[in-house]
């Protein structure tokens, strides 16, 4: 049975965006047409978590409602370099345990984090959505592979508008930063667009 996960950011005993994610596994039941779900804030609760510091909540379920959980020490990564690969086929609509695939393209790639073309457009990292700089705005892309709970709820803060980013006007953007469950909206740790190394009219993007 295929198993689902849930990444989960808790700072000094505070869970954050508990609504999303929970919203994230009742769709998750309901697609497959499981009746019921699991109670996040109840899992939580039940951990008795008394440390102060920033955590990752890491839940693991199935569809028989048969859970495990994690709670482990997070620092935000600063990542080097990114290179875009190309997948037209990959499908990431639900957050799958299951991470091979995103590897097996990590590993095939000349850099330390990868930005996924599906269809000539810009996706996601293989953990994170994208938010890219024009101006004084931001924007994410409209062809995501997960719909993550972060992008969810600065959308609705309208702090980040949706827009096309394709392989033809991903230089008109000047800086972008990696957003999920443990990394926020933030405008001071944010990565140039030459950070990409190979983008177009450098040299060709990695098919995979």
């Given at each position: 049975?295929?198993?689902?996960?849930?990444?989960?950011?808790?700072?000094?005993?505070?869970?954050?965006?508990?609504?999303?994610?929970?919203?994230?596994?009742?769709?998750?039941?309901?697609?497959?047409?499981?009746?019921?779900?699991?109670?996040?804030?109840?899992?939580?609760?039940?951990?008795?978590?008394?440390g102060?510091?920033?955590?990752?909540?890491?839940?693991?379920?199935?569809?028989?409602?048969?859970?495990?959980?994690?709670?482990?020490?997070?620092?935000?990564p600063?990542?080097?370099?990114?290179?875009?690969?190309?997948?037209?086929?990959?499908?990431?609509?639900?957050?799958?345990?299951?991470?091979?695939?995103?590897?097996?393209?990590?590993?095939?790639?000349?850099?330390?984090?990868?930005?996924?073309?599906?269809?000539?457009?810009?996706?996601?990292?293989?953990?994170?959505?994208?938010?890219?700089l024009?101006?004084?705005d931001?924007?994410?892309?409209?062809?995501?592979?997960?719909?993550?709970?972060?992008?969810?709820?600065?959308?609705?803060?309208?702090?980040?508008?949706?827009?096309?980013?394709?392989?033809?006007?991903?230089?008109?953007?000047s800086?972008f930063?990696?957003?999920n469950a443990?990394?926020?909206?933030?405008?001071?740790?944010?990565?140039?667009?030459?950070k990409i190394?190979?983008?177009?009219?450098?040299?060709?993007y990695?098919?995979?």
């Amino acid at each position: 049975m295929s198993q689902f996960i849930e990444s989960i950011k808790v700072e000094d005993q505070e869970i954050f965006l508990p609504e999303f994610h929970q919203k994230r596994v009742d769709q998750t039941f309901a697609h497959f047409g499981k009746e019921g779900s699991i109670d996040i804030a109840k899992i939580y609760k039940q951990l008795d978590h008394d440390g102060d510091g920033l955590f990752k909540l890491r839940i693991v379920y199935d569809l028989d409602k048969k859970v495990r959980t994690q709670m482990i020490p997070y620092a935000i990564p600063e990542i080097q370099d990114f290179q875009l690969v190309e997948n037209n086929s990959y499908d990431y609509s639900f957050k799958f345990e299951d991470r091979k695939e995103l590897e097996k393209m990590k590993m095939k790639s000349k850099a330390e984090e990868i930005i996924i073309i599906k269809n000539n457009h810009v996706t996601d990292t293989s953990y994170s959505n994208l938010l890219f700089l024009k101006g004084k705005d931001w924007y994410t892309p409209s062809t995501y592979l997960l719909n993550g709970v972060q992008r969810q709820h600065l959308l609705k803060q309208k702090k980040i508008k949706e827009t096309e980013i394709n392989i033809q006007n991903i230089k008109q953007f000047s800086h972008f930063q990696i957003i999920n469950a443990m990394n926020n909206f933030n405008e001071n740790f944010i990565y140039p667009l030459d950070k990409i190394t190979n983008l177009p009219g450098n040299e060709e993007y990695t098919d995979l």
